[in-house]
């Protein structure tokens, strides 16, 4: 089995929806959104499907964010805590961190969420990666 760049696993994860999913090839270390298991030959590892969609609870990430942010920033918590109700959560939020010029902070923190879900994927399907 070959090893795969957590941070490529991530990039897929982010970069799939709920109707495309990203894969991972166990024999060549591909990871791809096209994947055939009908055309996979007799001899080949199945395909790993990546986390994406259920196993990634962005809504939870993004409370866990705000729940991070220090006492000096309680207004702006308030304000991500008010943007992530009801419809256009994940738009509002976006815009708010943007506007309250913490969307950096909120890539990073993002990103290591993903990194940890990867890992925890890595494991249960014993891909072996590197960092």
């Known amino acids: 089995m070959k090893n795969v760049k957590l ?3 991530v990039e897929h994860m982010d970069l799939a929806d709920d109707e495309h999913s990203a894969w991972f ?4 270390g591909e990871i791809s959104f096209e994947y055939d298991e009908l055309a996979l030959p007799e001899d ?11 196993d ?3 809504y939870g990430i ?8 220090p006492f000096s920033q309680i207004a702006y918590a308030q304000e991500l805590d008010d943007a992530i109700q009801g419809k256009g959560a994940f738009r ?3 815009d708010k961190v943007i506007k309250l010029k913490l969307d950096q902070d909120w890539y990073t923190f993002k990103d ?6 990867a ?3 890595a494991t249960e399907y014993k891909v072996p990666y590197t960092e």
């Open 92 to 94: 509002k939020f976006k």
């Open 44 to 54: 080949e590892e199945p395909w790993v499907e990546l986390p994406g969609g259920d």
């Open 119 to 121: 890992k925890e994927w």
């Open 56 to 58: 990634i609870d962005e």
């Open 62 to 69: 993004m409370q866990d964010f705000i729940d991070t942010l």
């Open 25 to 28: 090839n166990p024999a060549t």
């Open 112 to 117: 290591a969420a993903f990194t940890e879900i």
């Open 7 to 9: 941070e490529d696993v």
